[in-house]
């Protein structure tokens, strides 16, 4: 027997809420299975990846039969034939678990294809996400979550001018008078009045491994 599948994923935002869809038609063209799964947040890669893993998982209740399997993600394409590796450990997962589920079948055929001729998959990709989005509770808008800047206060020029002058009048007469205080103290003073002197202490950076957790499945769908 030989299924013909077609494998699509998307996350709007990347990373974001996504989808995966996948199709198996009969060599007549009639269609097995037309399936999708949502995610409340994936990356495009994670999506492509699922896809072709959830794919494969529906075309082994079919017997040890011949796959012929067409995505328009190019990298997953690739990085399923080797030719280019995957990096990011939560892929390499997912690609182990789709070569096991691969081993399971008589012969597997992948191939890249435009997006046009990839529209099946697609279309399922984007009815889960809107179906999922739409019953997605929103959240109302307070007034706390609202910032509202403050009105700038008038400023009289002539106060400001005397004020400057004030603040200069001190600096003055320390740098004539010397032997009034020392210059230790001095650095101390102005630390304390102009801000521009004060210094925050730098937060030693440590080093932590942040382990990231695994895809959240939030809604399978067949459509």
């Known amino acids: 027997m030989e299924l013909f599948i077609n494998v699509d994923g998307g996350s709007r935002g990347n990373p974001?809420?996504?989808?995966?869809?996948?199709?198996?038609?009969?060599?007549?063209?009639?269609?097995?299975?037309?399936?999708?799964?949502?995610?409340?947040?994936?990356?495009?890669?994670?999506?492509?990846?699922?896809?072709?893993?959830?794919?494969?998982?529906?075309?082994?209740?079919?017997g040890k039969c011949s796959l012929t399997i067409k995505a328009d993600s190019q990298l997953m394409v690739r990085q399923y034939l080797g030719e280019y590796k995957i990096k990011n450990p939560e892929l390499q997962i997912l690609m182990g678990e789709i070569k096991q589920l691969a081993g399971k079948f008589k012969q597997i055929s992948i191939t890249h294809v435009p997006r046009e001729q990839n529209k099946e998959a697609d279309e399922i990709c984007n009815i889960i996400m809107d179906r999922a989005l739409k019953n997605a509770p929103?959240?109302?808008?307070?007034?706390?979550?609202?910032?509202?800047?403050?009105?700038?206060?008038?400023?009289?020029?002539?106060e400001t001018k005397k004020e400057e002058v004030s603040k200069l009048q001190p600096a003055v007469i320390k740098k004539v008078v010397k032997k009034t205080a020392p210059k230790k103290e001095v650095k101390k003073e102005k630390a304390q009045k102009d801000p521009i002197f004060t210094k925050t202490p730098t937060k030693k950076k440590t080093a932590k491994t942040e382990i990231k957790k695994p895809v959240q499945l939030e809604l399978f769908d067949k459509i």
């Open 16 to 62: 974001g809420p996504g989808a995966s869809g996948w199709i198996i038609k009969d060599k007549q063209g009639n269609i097995l299975v037309k399936e999708g799964l949502f995610f409340k947040e994936c990356t495009n890669n994670q999506a492509e990846f699922t896809a072709l893993k959830m794919a494969l998982k529906a075309a082994s209740d079919y």
């Open 138 to 158: 929103v959240k109302p808008v307070l007034t706390s979550d609202i910032v509202k800047e403050e009105p700038k206060p008038v400023i009289n020029k002539t």
